[in-house]
Structure formats: C-alpha cells, structure tokens
C-alpha cells in the first residue's frame, strides 16, 4: 500500500447555508409574536434600523393645527364661566395616560385586558373567615389549603401535616373535615373515590348502595358494564342505570372549574381572510415589518466618510445586514401571501358553505399552486394562524387527509368527522350505532371508507364505543 498526500482538482455542487439564508429562513418560519420580538432585538442591535410610524407624524401633524384652533377659541372665551365639572374630572391626571393621544390604528395588547383571576384557593380561603371554628384550627386549615393541588385534591398525607406542623393527628383530621364541607364539594381529597364520596355526602344523596358502587364498581362505571353492577347488587338494571347516571354526573376533579394561576393565552393571527361585498380579501399582518426603515442619518455618513475608514466598514456592514432583514421580511410577507391565496382559492367552499365542505389538501397541492418547494409552504405555514369570516384556525387546519366520494372528488377527515357526530347526535341510545353501521351509512352516503377509519376518526372525536353509550 502507497501512502502520501496528493493534490486533486474537482468539481462539486453543493448548498452552503450562508447567515443570511439561514435568516431568511428563520423569519419565513416564525409566528407573528416570535416575528416581533426578533424584530425588537435587530433594532437594539443595528442603529442603521429604525422603525418609523408615518401615521403617529401625520396625526401629531393633525393635532397641532387643532390645538393652534383651540388656542385661538380660548382666548376668545376666557370671560365664559369655567366648566368645574370637567375640570375636577381630569384634575391631576395625564391626558397622555387618559388615551387623548393614542394612536386608533395601533394594535390593542389583550394583555392590556388581563386581569386578576379568582383562584380555588382564594375560593376556600374566603369561606374559612367566615367559618366559626379557633384561630388554631383556622392556622391548620390554611395549611392545607394551599397544600391542594389545581384539581382540589389533598397531595399530602395527613401524617405528613401532622409531622410538619407539629400538631395532633386529630386536629388535623379536624381541620380537614371542615375543609372538605366547603363548596366546591369533593375538595381535600385523597383519591378519586373519596372525592366522589364527598360529593354525595354534601348532596345527601349517599346510600349503601351507590357508597357500594363507587367503592367497587367505578371501572364498570366506565365500561359501561350495568348489567355486572345489577348482578352483583341484586337490583334491575333500570336502578343500576339511575346510580349509574348520578356518579357519571358527580366532578372527578372539583378544582378545574376555577383558573389555578394560569394565564389565558392569547392567539395573535399572523394574517386575515375578510369578505368585502362577495370578494375575499386577504391581509398579511405585518405591523413591525411594514414600518422598518434605513436611517437617512447613517446614509448621510457612509456617503460623506472615508470608504477606508473604520466608520463607514461598520455603517456597510450593518446596512447590508439592514437590507437584507427589509428583503426577507418582503419574502415572507409574499410567500404568506400566495399560500393563502391558494388555500382560499383550493378551500373557496369551506369559506362559502362551511366546515362540513372542507377538501382534502396536501403540502404538494400547495406547493404546486404557489410554484415553490414543500418545505417552502411548511415553513410559512408553521406555528401560524389565520382569522376568517368561519372562525381563527391554525393553517395547517386546512390540510387534512380524507377519502373520495363516489364521484371521484375528495372530502376531507374533519367532514368524516362532523358527519360521524351527527349520526351520533341522532342515534336511538338503547341501540348505538357500531362503527360498522357509521360506515354503511357513510357509504350509502356516497363515501367509501372502512369500518377501521370510523373507529380512529371516532377515537379522535372522544365519542366512546357503542357499548358504552348504550343505555338501559
């Protein structure tokens, strides 16, 4: 074997991801709010970058003049007796603050509207001030207060209470009884089936036979097994449904109707579809982007400074950086734009009669519409929603997978979907329809699909099996 080195000429192809690609990549795939904060960071970082918004100068252009007319009107009016009313009003507030001067076409922050949400815990705590117990006791009920979880249940044990604070068992167990009397009913806890315990006790509805039932018979309960808890009950099966029916009534988790600290999020559309007389209109949201701009400052000092100089190497460098951020913040806005333009055009049904007419749509579709890559519409569609006249849905809500019909048009899975529920909807209880017969109705319909279809499509809905929504 020779070794040694060599010297070899040859030809490669070959994509090499300059920084600036990459960018451009990194805005075509990003949502509105990401689209924004990155915005936020180019500009604290480039000083070629500015972001000027033309109708704050045109309105400070407006409000100038009226207050020149204004001026003028009081001077004419300085005899008139002073309007108190208006002045005690606004005494020692800031017109600014008051929104005088706010801009109506800035967009509102739903933040802004946010306010304190009343929590499980604040619940409880508002019903023990005005419990009738000591302030011992009262100190331990706090305790356990905010030892529950979001859902309301206890998730410590009451040894574990009594070693922390240093008291009895008894108090304890006290201090929990008069917990578990508060509303919602089933709070303090330690598992679903003393949760549901609770619940009838506080009812006064708790008698041997449903106490039996709840203790044992839960999973039958869920499976929807009445006749096994009529058998083992020795009662008809008309009084093993009624029980049935109550605990299926009762909150498996009594904390959830309350927010538990969490914060409502807020989706902010990336693009609007809206109907004006019988034409759809389509309007990319590009607040921040459409208000970039080069600063004419640093223009005027790369033209007047030395091409050699360290000033004008960093102002070219930032300004190429600058302009290449405007272009592909263009480029994103255009290729949203088209991909939209040809769901609307591919989807025109759904926006005119309803989800129940929505198609099956690909990424090739798309892509072969808008002339680009696949890649190029997943990205533009990731993570990004859409406000119609039919409701705000993610983008890739309209891509679905479906069957033909038998005139060899597609019809997308969320209509499966919504005819599935209906024939459920109407469904005679004592016999439910089983995936078998959805399917022959659907194929008399006039869409062929198989009985293992129903059944996903029926998982995916939460609909349970017929042999659960049976009722005796």
Known sequence: MRMGYDLLIEQQQKLIMTPELKLALKILQLPTIELEELLQQELEDNPVLELVDESRDEKSEIQNKQEKQEKKNNEKD?????D????FQFQGKSYIEEGFDSDDAAELSYENFVTYSYTLKDHLISQLRVAQIDKKLRAVCEYIIESLDENGYLAITQEDLAAILHEKPETVREALNVIQTFEPFGIGASD????????????DILDEKIKTIVTDHLD?????????IAKKLSISIEEAQKYSDIVKNLEPKPGRAFEGGISTKYVTPDAYIEKVENEYMIIVNDYYSSKLMINQFYK?????????????AYISNKLSSAMWLIKSLEHRRNTLYNVLKAILDYQMDFFEKGPMFLKTMTLKKIAEM???????????????????????FEIKYFFKSGV????GEAISSESIKKMIKSYVNGEDVSKPLSDQNIADLLIKDGYMISRRTVAKYRDELGILSSSKRKRY
């Open 78 to 82: 300085k005899e008139k007796d002073i």
């Open 370 to 392: 808008v002339n680009v890559h696949e890649s190029t519409v997943s990205r533009a569609i990731n993570g990004k929603y859409v406000q119609t006249p039919r409701g705000t």
């Open 404 to 407: 033909d019909n038998q005139d």
């Open 300 to 312: 005027k000092i790369l033209i007047s400074e030395d091409k050699s100089s360290q000033a004008s």
């Open 192 to 203: 679903l089936k003393e949760c549901l315990l609770l619940q009838l006790k506080n009812k």
């Open 84 to 87: 108190w009313k208006e002045y």
């Open 220 to 228: 039958d309960i869920a499976g929807n097994r009445i006749n096994n």
